[in-house]
């Protein structure tokens, strides 16, 4: 079966993502003659859902996410899958490169053109059926015409050097009291971006996030 995106297919799912404080990031025609369709967010919004509903227990958020849109993906036949599932994991990078132009920057996070880095990936949808959806946009990566590339000197342990991420040291510092400041209100190379600081995330948010790394490091 094949649905083109002109016949309101893909304007309805659009909808329905967004009505659960999700964006659409694009699709694409996978190998196997399936489609995946990548659901992300970027700036608070989704925060500002999440915090008023969030459960209880571990994993809040992947939990949250998977409930939130776990009735899109049945009411549009998909299968829902989330990056934290697995092994053996996703290539939610590598598909999102597919889906949407973002490009790999220097802290080896996902830059976008418009968000920067203030956007995330949550879920696909994957249908077992080709689906046309709208074409690929192409942008260049912001990070090659920035020239100061304040995100590699900002970091106070050198985690970044552009090619590797030192996650051991990142992670002492985070934990430490001279890293309080990355631990509550975000990572510094991640803030020192200048691209899309409209969509930059609260101190809530990034202390969430930062406690889910220093959680995940053991």
């Known amino acids: 079966m094949s649905r083109g995106a002109g016949g309101g297919w893909w304007a309805e799912l659009v909808a329905a993502v967004e009505a659960c404080g999700f964006r ?58 989330l990056p934290n599932d697995g092994p053996p994991y996703y290539a939610f990078q590598r598909w999102a490169k597919r889906a949407e132009a973002v490009h790999p920057s220097p802290l080896g996070l996902l830059i976008h053109r418009e968000f920067g880095l203030w956007h995330a990936l949550r879920a696909a949808l994957v249908f077992p059926d080709r689906r046309e959806v709208p074409p690929r946009a192409t942008a260049p990566s912001p990070c090659a015409t920035c020239a100061g590339k304040p995100c590699l000197t900002a970091c106070p342990v050198g985690a970044f050097d552009g090619e590797s991420y030192a ?41 969430f996030h930062m406690t889910a790394f220093l959680a995940g490091r053991g």
């Open 167 to 207: 996650a051991d040291a990142c992670a002492t510092h985070v934990g430490s009291e001279a890293g309080r400041d990355c631990r509550e209100r975000g990572c510094l190379a991640r803030r020192a971006c200048p691209v899309g600081r409209a969509w930059a995330w609260g101190d809530d948010q990034q202390a």
């Open 24 to 81: 659409l990031n694009g699709g694409f025609v996978d190998e196997g003659g399936g489609t995946v369709v990548v659901v992300g967010h970027a700036g608070p919004t989704l925060w500002q859902r999440f915090a008023s509903e969030r459960p209880d227990g571990p994993d809040p958020l992947d939990r949250w996410t998977r409930a939130t849109l776990a009735p899109v993906a049945e009411a549009f036949g998909a299968a829902l899958v």
